[in-house]
């Protein structure tokens, strides 16, 4: 995580030029979808924003403010998206989401946080493996008929959500692997990848699950992890690497979200859709697959006057944009038409950084924006490649009476297989 | 010592009167406004001069009534309060033709024959209302913000800085012309509207009809005169179809001069012969005609004509307009002079045009969007009618202004002033349609005459704004009072 | 200091208890300003409220007029006038209407509506707006207000104040001042008038002291006929830009090999009114435009300063007369527009003189219309300055000769840009001219750039030059002793002087 030193290089660069708050500027195509930020659309105050969290950071770290239960709002609601990350990114390169995260550290080092709903989130996976403290030993019980192998190149981690709460889109995952001729193996012992514990600052927990899963993997064989989970995948491809201070390059297997696998099947030649699905959808891409999904490269702070010297930036634009998007688009019958926010301009629907948990209502209400914004293409239906956007964004659907469909990506592959 | 005796202390005895028959040509104009006589007429020379008089006007509470132009029309500078009028006839200085900024700063008493003229022998040359008086002073045009024949937006806000005696006798320069040592030993050249400070003086002046000081000089943007031009004169059955081709032509951000004038005020304009040429005319020139001229560039001139009329012709063909014609039929010649009318004062050997016709004529005009000109014509059409005005008489004529965002609409009435019949009905006529207007969303943003009550009424909190500001730059009252809201 | 609890209940009363709020954390990320946290004697509000209407507004100023409580009002800007104590900080990014009326080409908003969204929304239309050079992401009506220039300010304007109309304010003593057509009507097409222009009153585009005399919590803003064709996004962040269809824009580069000639070229282009924009480009910024991104650091370069000492500094040091210009040629309104001007703007780049002009077809924009790429200055430096003069060119050309002299004075730390970061930006096809001199620093040797300023302006007063946000006290006696006057008009509208003070 970062020294004091570099927090407070990084946080007193913000000149509060307010871009952290709208989404790329030559993407603005109207006024109702041009911010980015849920909490500062939301709130408005500047508290409420990537500049405001900044800037508490610094007042926090000289004593000048506490983790007052305004700042824990603020600072747990904000949903470690990652958009003000990139937009800043566009002309001053700081490290906001690195900040924000470290904010929230500090707070949980100071015994201030996290919120209560995130401890009990710590206290079920120190128990049960699993944030819903549901029984370790039904992890796999998704599984029913469906048997993986014993032994093979590719481990699925399956993540938390798919394995307790919507056990279909686990199915759909290895029955899309058995369709395309890939052996799988699972782990034998796959505890929770860790997003969100990482997400609300609980780093030391967040460490033992890295170091738990990563031996876990060295210890299947495997050199590739498949995971159809957008937070597994950033939790295997940055959280995990950073955490034990090696860059995603240095880890002992290959990241890959079932769209990217796919995607170079296609590619390859290797994977055709032969049936028909007629539909008009539009794409969500998840934060964690899209901006957040960058590799992770471990760098040791080194300037030249102010330019870091060997760092690489991650800026948002080597997130998994494309690949989904083939997939749908190699699907007949799929007609995708986008959403004015889209790939690393994406709205974020609320799921992220452990948002939902703590602030159930903040979340609904991002996840509603962005209903509205996928009704304003005319779409039938919102497609995603997270399990825990599905759950929220389906929801909201439901609380909005919106007439619109909303897929994980493997439902609609499933159709086309 | 007399107050006479204070002012030729001043000007010099020779540049003072309180005899009436030479204070009668201030006590009215040509508006419909009551007279008022006043009690000395001053012509200074300088702005030192001008101090000294507004200092001892405040020390004797005597008003101060500005008048710049040798003619006027609003009732501007007609005494209220009675007082002194200020003549500034005499400051008709050209000061400086600035070709490399394209600026000229000009006296308060230059006018539009004196300047035109002049900007001419560089190729240049100011933007000007439509055919002004020979005797109306330039500069009074930026300031009572006159509108301009070329609808550019480049062109529009020409006024830049100017020279005011301030109603308690202080001289300030406004803008960038506030720094030590302008013009001469300044870097800067005075095209700075802004401050000093964060105010904008010169924006506060304009409109004031002399209310807030005595403007000296002023400079303002010059532009290229083009040598090489092509004129339309494009033929309409109403205005609401012109100004659709305006707007669509504005768009394209083509063009020079474009106006729309109907064929009463053109014929009024085009008649060399009285009353003949007149009448054939108004009964021969189309209900409406869209005059627009393409002007060719510094380089290359018939190059860029060319490629405007291209655009034009495009215009045509979506508007399914068939006819583009470069002359006007029932005035042969005309295409040759329109641009040099357009580009000058009117000739002072020739009755003013307005005036021609029967040596009166009220105007009534405000600021509305293109797409209401219709509507405005035909209400102010019926008022008219009411009251007896021929219909045939009715002038009209429409400036887009910033391409086409909106326009200065203006009807004419034309009258006999010797007349007092006449004079009655046009008074009655020139109330009502200029209420009924206002009550239409008419935006009189330069208030005369009758309409100034209601709309200060109506427009209360500027009013309240407006008048606490007047009390501080003005606290004794003495500049033009009775003026506007004052 | 608290705000009592009388007083705030009745503000509570006004917009409700949401949106309003006195915790320290807060108010913490309220008083920050543009710069290092913590630098100047910025106070915390008192506490901070959140209008949505302009009635809201009127409520909250008449509520500090009673109890004589200082305030201060924003939506992107730091706040000013937080060097007093115990102020109330009206933040207006609730205030987010906007109407468009594209048949007579305007715009009605307040104060939450960002230059990208209206550009956006406008585009839509085939109209365009300006957009300041500082970001897309700031309000419409305060930049427009306090300064509002950009590039294509060229032919769209000199700066703000031509393109406001109608106004609504919030005068500091409470009163509700419409100026323009919204006087009487509710309708914001026109500006001027009744009468006299108030307009003057409240704002001049000085880039001071805005709402020193009152907030404006509505505003008709002009906008402009632009091409049919759209101008579609491309590219992932950071690399985004507009694609400008190449029958209606080009771009052209072209190198003077002395400033006097590019200077009598540029006069020359703004007479023939030829183009969108047209600028000097510092050679600054092709550096810091081509140090960004991955690719430097992954084929080992060291970034900006490794391009600018080894590759931008010696090509200066060869040629330190030598003066980039950059053009947009505007095809509007006929397809042969775009022809025209490229050969008018060829023939003058002959007549005088250039060495290299080159239609760059580049056929994208990063910067010019939604300013998407501001405020990448501090990637050089980490911090900077300007010194910007609007005036005429020749203006600008005289008093960039004294920030350079002054510049060497002050090398290092303030790093040494040789003379090249004059930037001349012509608006009003040349009428008028902004220049800006950037300087650059790091975080730690800010103060020397303050320092700088003030040799400059030293030297200004003496020169008849004319800098915008001049220091009262240095310029005040010389400029027609402007600032008695400037608080007289402050009086009249803040009685109680509660509105930020005029800096």
Known sequence: ?417 | MAIKEELAGIVGAENVSDDAEKLKPYSKDYSLSAPGMPSYVVKPKNADEIQKIVILANKNKLPVVPCSSGIHFNGDTIPVQGGIVLDLSGLNKILNIDTRNRMARVEAGVTWEQLQPELAKHDMMAISPLLPHHQKSALISHLERDPAVIPKFEYTDALVTVEVVLPEGEIFKTGSAAVPGFPDKSFADGVNPSGPGNMMWTRMLQGAQGTLGVVTWGQFKIEYRPKVNKTYFIPFNNVKDAVVAVSKIQRRMIGEECLILNNVDLAAILAKQWPGDFNTLREKLPPWTLILVLGGGVRFPEEKIEYEEDALKEVAKELSIKNLPTSLSAAPGVEKDIVDMLRSAWPGDRTYWKLAYKGGCQDLFFHTVMGKAQAFYEAIGKVAVKHGYPAADLGCYVQPVIYGGACHFECNFYYDPANAEEVKMVTKLYAEASKTALDMGAFYSRPYGPITDIVYQRAASFTSELKKVKKLMDPNNIMSPGRLCF | MALSKEVYKALESVVGPEWLSDDPAILEADHVGGSVHGGGDIKRPVCSIQPETAEEVQGIIKICNKYMIPFSATTTNPPPGLDREGVIFIDLKRMRKLEIDEENLYATLEPGVSFAALQGELFKRGLVTFVPMCGGNVSVLANTLNVGEGAISYRYGDRGYRRVLATEWVTAGGEMLRIGSSALQDDYFWGEGPGPDLRGLMASANLESPTTRGICTKMGVRVFPFVDEKLEPTGDAPMTSLVLPSNRFMYYNFVFPTKEAAINAIYEIGKCEIGLFVMTVPPWFFAMARARGSAEVLTGAAGFWDYWDNHEAPLIRENPNQTTCRILLYGIGSDKRLAYEEKVLLDICKEYGTTFAKASRRTTDETHFMSADAIVSNLAGGRFTSVILFESLDHGYKCADIVNVNTKKHVPPVLDDYGTTNWFLPFEMCHICKLECLRFASVEDAGELALLMDDCHKDFVDVGAFPVRPAAERYGPKWENYPEKTRKFKELLDPNNLAPPIT
Not at chain 1, 247 to 265: G, N, V
């Open chain 1, 1 to 417: 995580m970062l020294s004091v030193e570099e927090y407070t290089r990084q946080a007193k660069m913000c000149v509060r030029c307010t871009f952290c708050k709208f989404i790329d500027l030559n993407w603005v195509k109207s006024l109702r979808f041009s911010r980015q930020c849920p909490i500062d659309s939301r709130y408005a105050f500047n508290l409420f924003s990537p500049h405001g969290l900044l800037h508490s950071a610094l007042a926090e770290l000289d004593g000048s403010l506490e983790f007052t239960p305004k700042l824990m709002e603020a600072l747990y609601q904000c949903t470690l998206c990652g958009a003000c990350d990139a937009r800043c990114k566009r002309n001053l390169d700081i490290e906001v989401l690195q900040v924000i995260e470290n904010l929230r550290i500090r707070c949980v080092e100071q015994g201030k946080g996290p919120m209560p709903e995130h401890k009990v989130m710590a206290d079920n996976i120190r128990k049960t493996h699993n944030e819903y403290g549901e029984p370790h030993e039904n992890r796999q019980k998704w599984l029913g008929n469906i048997k993986p192998a014993q032994k093979a190149d590719i481990v699925y981690f399956v993540g938390c959500n798919s394995a307790y709460k919507q056990p279909e889109l686990a199915q759909n995952t290895a029955k899309i692997l058995g369709h395309t001729g890939t052996d799988f193996m699972l782990l034998a012992d796959e505890w929770c990848a860790g997003n969100y514990v990482m997400a609300t600052g609980q780093v030391d927990l967040a460490r033992e699950l890295a170091e738990h899963n990563v031996k876990a993997i060295e210890d299947s064989g495997a050199k590739t992890v498949i995971t159809s989970s957008a937070e597994v995948y950033k939790s295997l491809k940055v959280d995990f690497p950073r955490l034990l201070g090696k860059s995603t390059e240095d880890m002992p297997y290959t990241p890959l979200h079932i769209t990217e696998y796919l995607d170079q099947l296609m590619q390859d030649g290797k994977l055709e859709f032969k049936k028909n699905v007629n539909m008009k959808v539009t794409y969500h891409d998840p934060c964690n697959l899209g901006r957040l999904s960058e590799p992770w490269q471990e760098w040791v702070p080194n300037y030249v006057r102010v330019i870091p010297i060997g760092k690489v930036w991650r800026r948002g634009e080597r997130g998994i944009y494309d690949a989904p998007r083939n997939i749908l688009k190699g699907i007949s019958g799929i007609e995708l038409v986008e959403m004015e926010r889209n790939r690393s301009n994406t709205w974020c629907a609320g799921s992220c950084g452990g948002t939902e948990m703590a602030f159930p209502d903040f979340a609904m209400w991002s996840a509603s924006e962005r209903i509205e914004e996928a009704q304003a293409t005319g779409a039938d239906a919102i497609v995603t490649a997270s399990p825990d956007v599905k759950q929220l964004l389906t929801k909201a659907v439901k609380a909005k009476k919106a007439n619109m469909a909303v897929y994980d990506i493997t439902e609609i592959i499933l159709k086309a297989i």
